[in-house]
C-alpha cells in the first residue's frame, strides 16, 4: 500500500499546498525575464564575460576533452558526479547562461516556452538541478520519472554505452526519491529565487510495488502530492524496465488511467502521454482516440526501444535503447501521430545533430527533447539546434 503524502520537514518552511506558491504558469516570456538583474557595475559585466567565455570554452571542449574523460568512468556514476556538479554549480549557471531569443519563443498547450529544445526524462530523474537546465540553454527540462514510493530501481550496472553506435541501453528501473521527497526539494526551491524561469514538466510513473490493476492510484497519488509543481505533467506508460508498465498503453487500462487524472486535474495543468515507439499503428490509433476524449494536452514520442537490431548482437542486454539506433522509428512514430491528429507532440528519440532535430520539427514535433544526444554532444547541442532553427527562419 503506497503511503505518501507527509508533511515537509520544518525547516522546508511552508506545506506543499502553501499560498505562497507562484503558480507555474506565473512565468514570464522568455525576453521579458530577469535572467540578469541589472548588471550595473562593471564588476558585474566582467563577471557575466567571463561566465560566457568558460560557458562557450566548456561547450567547445566537450567532445574533444571532456566526453573522453567522463567516457572512463562507469556510467552511472558519472551521471552522478555530473548530477552533483549541476545541482551545485545551476545557480551560477543560471545567472550566466545564454541569454533567450524571442524569435525562439513557442506557444504549446498553453504554455510559453523560451525555445523548443528540452531535457527528457530520466537526466534529472530527482528534480535536484532544475536552475542548471535553465543555465544550460534548454527551453524546458522534465524531471522524473517520479513514482509514489521512493525505490531503488534495478541491480547495477544498468546503464550501458554503445560509443561506435552513439547509443545507450539502459535498464535502470525508475529508481528515484519518491514524490513526497521530492515535492518538498521542489518546495524549498519555489522559496528561493533560483526557480528556473522555463516550464518544468514533471513525468510520473507506477511504484514497482503496486500491482498493475493498482497502478491508476498509484499515478494519482504523486499526480496531487506534486500537482502544483509542474507546468505540465506526463504519464509515462512506455518505459520497458518497470514489469508490465507497458500494458498501460492499452486501451482499457489507458481509458481509467486518463479518465482518473483528469477528473483530479482541478488546476487544468497540461497532461501528456509518453508511448513506446514498438507499437503497432492500431495501438497508436486507439491512444489517439483517447487522447481526443479526455482531452489530454499532447504526446511525447517516443520512449527506448525494446528492439534492438539497430546494435550488434553483443551489445544486446535486457533495457530500453536510445540514441541514433532509434531515430527514424521515433520520427516514423511522430508523423504516423501528426498525420492523423492536431494534438501536439513532443519529438524525443536519436536527436544527436541540428540536422535530426529540425527533421523532428519537419514531421510535425511542436517541441523536441534529448538525452542520449547530450551525453554524445554536450551542451552545445542545444545551441546548435537553436541557431539551425534562427537560420531556417
Ligand atoms: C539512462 C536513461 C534513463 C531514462 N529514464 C527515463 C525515465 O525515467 N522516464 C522516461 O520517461 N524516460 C526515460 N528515458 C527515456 C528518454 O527520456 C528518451 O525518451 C529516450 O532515451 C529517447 O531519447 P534519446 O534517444 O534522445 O535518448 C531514459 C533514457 C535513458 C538513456
Redesign the pocket.
Known amino acids: 500500500m503506497v503511503v505518501a503524502g507527509q508533511a515537509c520537514s520544518q525547516n522546508h518552511a511552508g506545506s506543499p499546498t502553501s499560498p505562497r506558491l507562484s503558480t507555474p504558469h506565473e512565468w514570464e516570456p522568455a525576453a521579458r525575464l530577469p535572467y540578469r538583474r541589472a548588471d550595473s557595475s562593471r564588476h558585474c559585466r566582467a563577471a557575466a564575460v567571463a561566465g560566457s567565455i568558460i560557458f562557450s570554452t566548456f561547450m567547445n571542449l566537450y567532445k574533444e576533452v571532456i566526453r573522453p574523460f567522463l567516457f572512463l568512468g562507469d556510467?552511472?556514476s558519472v551521471?552522478h558526479l555530473a548530477m552533483d556538479v549541476l545541482s551545485l554549480f545551476g545557480p551560477v549557471l543560471q545567472r550566466f547562461g545564454p541569454t533567450p531569443d524571442p524569435r525562439l519563443e513557442r506557444t504549446v498547450f498553453g504554455l510559453r516556452f523560451p525555445n523548443p529544445v528540452g531535457l527528457?526524462?530520466?537526466?534529472d530523474?530527482n528534480g535536484v538541478a532544475l536552475p542548471a537546465w535553465q543555465g544550460l540553454g534548454f527551453g524546458f527540462a522534465?524531471i522524473?520519472?517520479i513514482t509514489a514510493r521512493a525505490q531503488p530501481g534495478n541491480p547495477k550496472p544498468?546503464?550501458f554505452r554503445i560509443p561506435q553506435y552513439r547509443?545507450?541501453?539502459?535498464r535502470?528501473g525508475?529508481n528515484?526519491d519518491g514524490c513526497d521527497a521530492i515535492a518538498c526539494r521542489l518546495q524549498r526551491l519555489k522559496e528561493t529565487t533560483q526557480w528556473p524561469k522555463i516550464p518544468v514538466g514533471i513525468?510520473l510513473?507506477k511504484s514497482k510495488v503496486t500491482p498493475l490493476a493498482e497502478a491508476t492510484a498509484d499515478y494519482l497519488l504523486s499526480f496531487e502530492r506534486l500537482q502544483h509543481f509542474g507546468d505540465y505533467f506526463?504519464l509515462?506508460v512506455?518505459?520497458p524496465?518497470t514489469p508490465g508498465l507497458r500494458n498501460l498503453q492499452d486501451r482499457a487500462a489507458l481509458d481509467e488511467l486518463l479518465g482518473h487524472i483528469q477528473r483530479r486535474n482541478t488546476a487544468g495543468r497540461p497532461v501528456l502521454v509518453?508511448i513506446a515507439?514498438d507499437l503497432q499503428w492500431e495501438a497508436i490509433e486507439e491512444i489517439l482516440a483517447l487522447v481526443e476524449e479526455h482531452k489530454i494536452a499532447g504526446l511525447?514520442a517516443?520512449?527506448?526501444?525494446i528492439d534492438h537490431s539497430g546494435v550488434p548482437e553483443e551489445n544486446h542486454t535486457q533495457g530500453?535503447l536510445?540514441?541514433?539506433p532509434?531515430?527514424d522509428r521515433?520520427t516514423e512514430i511522430l508523423r504516423f501521430i501528426t498525420s492523423r491528429s492536431k494534438v501536439p507532440v513532443i519529438a524525443?528519440?536519436?536527436?544527436?545533430s541540428a540536422d535530426d532535430a529540425l527533421q523532428k520539427f519537419d514531421a510535425g514535433a511542436a517541441l523536441v527533447?534529448?538525452?542520449?544526444?547530450?551525453?554524445y554532444e554536450g551542451p552545445g547541442l542545444i545551441g546548435k539546434i537553436n541557431r539551425a532553427l534562427l537560420r531556417r527562419g
Open positions: 556510467p552511472e551521471h527528457a526524462a530520466g537526466f530523474k522534465e522524473g520519472t544498468r546503464i547509443a545507450l541501453i539502459n535502470l525508475f528515484n513525468n510513473g506526463v509515462n512506455s518505459s524496465n509518453k515507439p511525447i517516443t520512449n527506448t526501444t530500453g536510445s540514441g541514433a532509434l531515430r521515433s524525443v528519440g536519436g536527436i544527436m527533447q534529448l538525452y542520449t544526444g547530450y551525453i
